[in-house]
């Protein structure tokens, strides 16, 4: 069965850099596109990037383009999303999904991973 699991969580300095996992195991990642959302306390679940695995091409949200990058180890099954110029604002579990294609909204996903704590604070 499809199957995410998300690592790489942790506490960082407002500054600082961290690099999150999500491998992927159960279905065939070629046809689909991973993304990866974030949900902090008290807020919805808010998207932040997706890479089709096929092609490699990306997507980011206005808030984080620049800041962090997806990627993808095809051999390896996983995608990353490094995450560097951290803001205590970037505080959230950190989730990663798949669905054919990119999209913005959470209800669209049906796989999830369970997701992993990041917190930024000095």
């Known amino acids: 069965q499809v199957q995410l699991v998300e690592s790489g969580g942790g506490l960082v300095q407002p500054g600082g850099s961290l690099r999150l996992s999500c491998a992927a195991s159960g279905f065939t990642l070629d046809s689909y596109a991973i993304s990866w959302f974030r949900q902090a306390p008290g807020k919805e679940r808010e998207w932040v990037s997706c890479i089709y695995m096929s092609s490699g091409n990306t997507v980011y949200a206005d808030s984080v383009r620049g800041r962090f990058t997806i990627s993808r180890d095809k051999s390896e099954n996983t995608v990353y999303l490094q995450m560097s110029s951290l803001r205590p604002e970037a505080t959230a579990v950190y989730s990663c999904?798949?669905?054919?294609?990119?999209?913005?909204?959470?209800?669209?996903?049906?796989?999830w991973g369970q997701g992993t704590q990041v917190t930024v604070s000095s």
């Open positions: 999904a798949t669905r054919s294609v990119c999209f913005r909204v959470a209800r669209a996903y049906d796989h």
